[in-house]
């Protein structure tokens, strides 16, 4: 059985507990959808660390922080801060409010990310704050020794202090996520 499924049956079951409406539940699973069908269709394995990121961002939001709307679960689900090609586009241009939230996501490395941050509207860090972590907790698999360590420099310069100013569950995260990284995951 494909992943995505039971991954797609956990963000439905995660979404309605948080409320939202069966629209929004909709959306979710659309562009839930969509997300996956680029992996599949650009060969990623099932067991690939990226095969459920989309989901496993959105289920950051549903779970650390209670999220309910649904746009900005969407836009956790549709983003990629380190692949800007696995952005379901034609997905998230059919839906106008995805869409404008989605462009105000800033990829991992932007020259303007910490700005960018610092004055999108609350919904957009969050699911910004989400897809990321959710890249970092996967960050020890790769294989270049150097991307990890600017993964790590600018989750301490950037997220970290966003997530500090964000919520206090995210601040825990990202906080204890920079300190056991650095001891365990940045020698070569």
């Known amino acids: 059985m494909d992943r995505a499924r039971p991954m797609g049956h956990r963000l439905d079951e995660g979404a309605a507990e948080r409320g939202v409406d069966e629209v929004g539940r909709q959306r979710i699973a659309r562009i839930h959808d969509a997300a996956m069908e680029l992996r599949r269709g650009a060969g990623v394995g099932q067991h690939h660390r990226d095969y459920l990121h989309p989901g496993r961002s959105a289920l950051i939001l549903l779970i650390d922080l209670g999220e309910a709307d649904a746009t900005t679960l969407c836009a956790a ?112």
């Open 77 to 188: 689900i549709a983003f990629d801060s380190e692949r800007a090609d696995w952005i379901p586009r034609a997905a998230v241009a059919d839906d106008r409010d995805l869409a404008m939230r989605v462009a105000e996501l800033p990829p991992a490395g932007a020259d303007d990310l910490a700005e960018r941050l610092v004055v999108a509207d609350e919904a957009v860090r969050r699911a910004a704050l989400a897809e990321r972590l959710d890249q970092l907790r996967h960050a020890h698999l790769w294989p270049d020794l150097e991307a990890r360590r600017r993964a790590h420099a600018e989750a301490e310069a950037v997220y970290a202090p966003i997530a500090r100013r964000t919520h206090p569950v995210f601040a825990r995260r990202y906080d204890w996520w920079c300190g056991m990284f650095a001891t365990r995951h940045l020698t070569g």
